[in-house]
């Protein structure tokens, strides 16, 4: 069993324990670092986004890429779509 800590917006303070084992942390597929990992000096956590790119637009419901990459190596374009390298669009500067 494993627990976490979330503090709430109005400062409150929730513990929630799950079953089973801890979930690996992601990793940006160019880069391998974790999710969530602090190099000196950063004050926050290393975060994440999912490539937006549509791989099967022929299926009943389209399925993105979902690969996680971080800020530095996505290639983002209109307001919440972001591409991994291998689906950034040919037009990318």
């Known amino acids: 069993m494993w627990c976490e800590r979330r503090v709430d917006p109005d400062g409150g303070v929730t513990i ?28 926050e956590g290393l975060r994440l986004v999912l490539c937006d790119a549509v791989v099967r637009p022929e299926a009943t419901r389209q399925r993105t890429c979902d690969a996680a ?25």
Do not use: F, S
Not at 22 to 29: F, I, Q, S
Not at 33 to 43: D, F, H, M, W, Y
């Open 16 to 43: 929630i324990c799950h079953g089973g084992r801890r979930p690996e942390p992601r990793r940006c597929v160019v880069c391998q670092r974790k999710e969530g990992q602090r190099l000196p000096g950063q004050a």
């Open 69 to 93: 990459v971080c800020a530095v190596h996505a290639v983002h374009r209109e307001p919440d779509t972001d591409y991994c390298p291998r689906h950034a669009p040919e037009d990318t500067p």
